[in-house]
């Protein structure tokens, strides 16, 4: 087990925040996740799980226990003639995972190329792209109850999979940590290839899962920027779920709205377009910028502070509230 105090975060977020926290505790297996559930220091202090801090935003240095997962891990746990179940440590690195599985011919979660984070967060937030998210590929989340201190395997279905969301995300629910997930792969993949982009850079190619994680790639890597090279922290906000009689309302006036539908009737709009009819694209103010390829997108130009990207956000978020009367939720998590 490893503990540090007063640990720079930096490393521990894309935006590349310099906050710290008080101690920084990091387990590297069940036992000593057990030991510090159960450690009465821990249980009075403030506490936050994170992965690699690909949707965090430290507002200020955190004055309590920051947790991560060492667990690492890809084991085959079963086979049949049309699947493998491989089950992946917490902090195996996301797209590790991916291009492992495309190496070995398992399809499932190929349109989930190179998003940043480790494999706990990303079932935590039922990651998604390109019309695929990891809660189809998901058999089961392993994850230890923080306050009855016990495990328990909850199939995919008891994991309250919704965009962007799960009961691991639920306030309402028991805070749990996620220790390992096990991964239904299909032998013979079933490719999604819904998402236009992803057709037209696939036109004329045979595809394979190897074809389809490139063109993934080639999409992401010329719209969204390198966390490495440019903090941020992927999509800033959710994309808004409005009724049709508002949906229809703002047509009127802007003809061109892209959408797509969504549960219950109801119209998804992209927030990138609608922060983009703000004129925040390209757009910046101090250390913070609009990303000029995608608006959804905040990125720290260098030395922003979680404040400065909070204003920014708040800047955008009125906006967009002023103009189409849609409230943009934030799909980063903020920490103060
Ligand atoms: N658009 C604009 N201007 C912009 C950005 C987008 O007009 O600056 C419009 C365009 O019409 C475009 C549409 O929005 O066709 C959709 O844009 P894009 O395909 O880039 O997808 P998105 O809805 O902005 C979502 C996810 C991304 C995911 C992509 C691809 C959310 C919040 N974001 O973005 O996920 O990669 O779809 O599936 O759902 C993330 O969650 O961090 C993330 C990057």
Not at 12 to 17: G, R, V
Not at 100 to 128: C, D, R
Not at 235 to 259: L, T
């Amino acid at each position: 087990m490893r503990i540090e105090q007063n640990f720079s975060l930096e490393k521990y977020n894309t935006f590349h925040l310099p906050a710290k926290t008080r101690w920084f505790m990091e387990y590297e297996n069940e036992d000593d996740l057990q030991k510090i559930l159960h450690d009465e220091y821990f249980q009075e202090c403030l506490s936050l799980h994170i992965g690699k801090g690909s949707n965090l935003l430290f507002i200020n240095d955190y004055n309590g226990i920051i947790l991560h997962s060492a667990i690492r891990g890809l084991e085959v746990v079963r086979e049949d003639d049309s699947f493998v179940w491989l089950r992946v440590g917490a902090a195996e690195v996301w797209d590790e995972v991916v291009a492992y599985a495309v190496s070995k011919g398992w399809g499932g979660i190929e349109n989930l190329s190179l998003i940043p984070g480790e494999t706990g967060a990303a079932a935590v937030q039922n990651i998604g792209a390109y019309g695929m998210e990891i809660k189809d590929a998901i058999e089961t989340v392993e994850a230890w109850n923080q306050l009855t201190f016990e495990k328990h395997v909850f199939r995919a279905d008891e994991c309250g999979y919704g965009y962007r969301t799960s009961r691991f995300k639920d306030p309402h629910q028991d805070p749990h940590i996620v220790t390992y997930v096990t991964l239904k792969l299909h032998k013979q993949p079933d490719f999604k290839l819904s998402y236009g982009t992803l057709q037209d850079v696939l036109k004329d190619k045979e595809i394979t899962l190897q074809a389809v994680r490139d063109a993934v790639i080639a999409i992401r890597q010329a719209k969204l920027p390198d966390p490495e090279v440019l903090g941020n922290a992927g999509s800033f906000f959710m994309n808004p779920v409005i009724d049709v009689a508002h949906f229809e309302k703002i047509r009127q006036q802007y003809p061109k709205i892209p959408s797509y539908p969504s549960a219950e009737g109801k119209i998804k709009v992209p927030a990138g377009w609608l922060i983009e009819q703000c004129g925040f694209k390209g757009k910046q103010h101090g250390e913070v910028g609009v990303y000029e390829k995608q608006a959804l997108v905040l990125v720290n130009l260098g030395n922003a502070t979680g404040d400065e990207i909070a204003l920014m956000a708040e800047s955008i978020r009125s906006a967009v509230k002023d103009r189409f009367g849609i409230e943009l939720m934030p799909e980063v998590k903020y920490i103060a």
